[in-house]
């Protein structure tokens, strides 16, 4: 997992893949409609989306097998808890939708508070928690989460 300010992202990341998804998410604006846009045919795209942050009692850990995220919210705030793969137990894997999802521990690993002008990139190995309400109660977001096939990354995330 990676978690950075917005205007670092091109900077570090040596994969074309993922700097094409950042070059995308500059054109973007909490304005933005809902919806599902290719990049890269099914290679990259994003996923455009409006909710209201969840408690963490309804909230799932999920993990990705083919498609690395790139979360970016345009407007409002949220928590994302992240958890380390390995040492969670096996969980059934919906190659469809490329989603696992996993038992939600107690005490994540780590969390943070997701907002407009960072991002975080989530790799296989990296189970992960989002729309989580940062306040004592819920409010509205809009999120982009990109998608980027895994193989298009080949290990070149950072120089």
């Known amino acids: 997992m990676i978690i950075d300010r917005m205007e670092n992202a091109e900077a570090c990341m040596a994969s074309t893949a993922l700097r094409e998804a950042f070059s995308f998410l500059r054109g973007l604006g909490a304005d933005t409609p809902e919806g599902e846009q290719e990049i890269r045919g099914r290679r990259i795209f994003a996923r455009v989306m409006r909710y209201q942050s969840i408690p963490r009692r309804q909230g799932k850990l999920e993990s990705h097998r083919k498609y690395a995220d790139i979360q970016v919210l345009l407007s409002g705030e949220e928590f994302v808890e992240w958890v380390p793969l390995e ?73």
């Open 87 to 159: 040492g969670l137990p096996e969980a059934a894997h919906d190659s469809e939708a490329d989603v696992s999802f996993h038992p939600v521990p107690e005490n994540p690993h780590g969390s943070f508070k997701l907002t407009p002008g960072l991002f975080a990139l989530f790799l296989p190995g990296d189970a992960h928690m989002p729309m989580l309400q940062a306040g004592a109660a819920s409010g509205p977001v809009t999120k982009v989460v990109i998608k980027v096939d895994v193989s298009l990354i080949s290990g070149g995330v950072l120089d």
